[in-house]
């Protein structure tokens, strides 16, 4: 990579990486310029469109490589209740691991900017869209029928957005944990019936 | 109320529908005077903690006030799929009648702030504690059992916050629908087999 690709590359990782913590205003560009070690002129060199085109990107970016991960952990489990855990696992180690810092790298920015900014409205909704599809697919997969995959894949993603979000404000992971074990036995259709 | 309580409610309701539409850092003290018609020394007057201060106020108004509406809707509904699908309505009657600016009045701040606010984490946390416990009552009365209820409250509680977040970025609140109709077939105990 040339040492300008550098530079933009590690603009976008540094800004990701604020935006996730500190969310979309919490987080200026000076701490973005700081934090990067980038030359102040760098910033509106590679993001024209100033810190509105880096959050849209950074969400990209960020969305991308959370979208792997759900890729991987959805090929390498046998069954939807196995892989909803182990994707509920990788929030939950991110979340301990950052001190409840770090939820979801999406979730933040989207709650603040998408009234105000649509290129960065539409970056969140891209970056969903696309973790849903993942979503989707593999329970296609595990043999869930076509008509029920995409809708139990959005219940999948609201339910573990809003999961990762409690764990955040509580400092404690354990509803994430349990919210995988039911949507587990949601799409495995072995609802134990609570009553 | 005196003109003083009079005041400080002003205050208070402006800045809670602000933080709602702006989330916490996207909101500066001079709107919440301006927009609130209150003199310019009344805000440390009320709120000698200042920004952070009226945000912890705000959110526990907002979320007592969201919380009321929800046990009425728990006590009116026969069962736990209609009370979800009236919940699930009225956050999406609230993020239609806004151009999708209103979702959860807690989400945004709490999201934004929990990290760098005790007392803004503790007020959030307070608030999404008082929801979860109207749940678990409600499914309680329903006949859910006892060790279950609280876990389908925090599983609830999760999915329709997620719910919520995902309406508002896509504009379109069909994933509300549609993670309350998933919802109360997991508490039904009677998850249609999606195989």
Redesign the interface.
Known sequence: MTARGETRGRLLRTAAELFQ??????TGLNQVLADSRAPKGSLYFHFPGGKEELAAEAVTLSGRELGEVFAGLMEAAPDARTALATVGEHFARSLEDSA??K?CPV??V???A???SEPI?AA??AV?AAWQSVFATA?RG????EE??D??A??V???????V??A???RDVS?IH??AR??G???D???????
Chains 1, 2 share one sequence.
């Open positions: 913590r500190q969310g979309y205003h919490g409840f810092q939820g979730a933040t989207a709650l603040e998408a009234a105000e409205r969140c909704d969903y329970l595990w043999g869930v029928r029920r995959a809708s139990f959005d219940t993603l609201s339910s573990l957005q809003g999961a979000l409690l955040r404000i509580r509803v349990r919210t039911d949507l036995d949601l799409i259709g072995r609802s134990p019936s609570p009553v």
